[in-house]
Structure formats: structure tokens, C-alpha cells
């Protein structure tokens, strides 16, 4: 079992740039594969980025290609998400997963922990 504690959230302006943090904690952090997923007010939480065991391969949802980069660094025990030219509608509370399964996943179900979330807020 692993968890999972994301901070690094904020307000930002439009254009701006935030980096997230992931650190995990209990089972050994390179067993995971890892994601992170958003949720804005009033919509279905939605998947933005994952990365597999040891942070060789990537995975990023057109909405966020090209501005965001995901990363882990499993010596300490801690995943991250550096967010670049920050837009409005990326406006959500986002929170890191952990898989022992599915490296990669675009999917909420595979995924066996979550972390509570951070608040992301984009002001125009």
C-alpha cells in the first residue's frame, strides 16, 4: 500500500507556471506506475498525465501536450508536474494515482490510490 500527498497548488495568472508535487510514502514508490488526473467544478474527473515504473516512457492528454511535463524521481520517493503557459480551463483540484498494473493508464479505475488533491486556479 502507498500514500500519496500532492501539494504545490495555487492561483496563478494566465501564461503562468505552477509545479506539482507527488510524494508518496509505504511500499516502494518504483512498484507504482504513476498519473495525474483533474477535476474542475461540475465536471467528470479527467486524466492529464502519466508516467510508467521508472520514468522512461510518458504519457500527456492533448489538452495539456506541449505545455506540461511530467516527471519522478523514485529515490525520493516523489512524482512531479511542471505546468507551462497555464491557461483558465486548466482550473481544477488535481490529484496524483498510483497503479501497480497499468503503466500509462488514461483510465480512473485502474488506478488503486489517490491523493486528496490540490487546487489549481487559472485567473484570466
Known amino acids: 500500500q502507498v500514500q500519496l500527498v500532492e501539494s504545490g497548488g495555487g492561483l496563478v495568472q494566465a501564461g503562468g507556471s505552477l509545479r506539482l508535487s507527488c510524494a508518496a510514502s509505504?511500499?516502494?514508490?518504483?512498484?507504482?506506475?504513476m498519473g495525474w488526473f483533474r477535476q474542475a467544478p461540475g465536471k467528470e474527473r479527467e486524466f492529464v498525465a502519466a508516467i510508467s515504473w521508472s520514468g522512461g516512457s510518458t504519457y500527456y492528454a492533448d489538452s495539456v501536450k506541449g505545455r506540461f511535463t511530467i516527471s519522478r524521481v523514485n529515490a525520493k520517493n516523489t512524482m512531479y508536474l511542471q505546468m507551462n503557459s497555464l491557461k483558465p480551463e486548466d482550473t481544477a483540484v488535481y490529484y496524483c494515482?498510483?497503479?501497480?498494473?497499468?503503466?500509462?493508464?488514461?483510465?480512473?479505475?485502474?488506478?488503486?490510490?489517490w491523493g486528496q488533491g490540490t487546487q489549481v486556479t487559472v485567473s484570466s
Open positions: 494515482a498510483a497503479t501497480e498494473h497499468y503503466s500509462g493508464s488514461y483510465y480512473l479505475y485502474e488506478y488503486d490510490y
Open positions: 509505504g511500499r516502494t514508490f518504483s512498484s507504482y506506475a
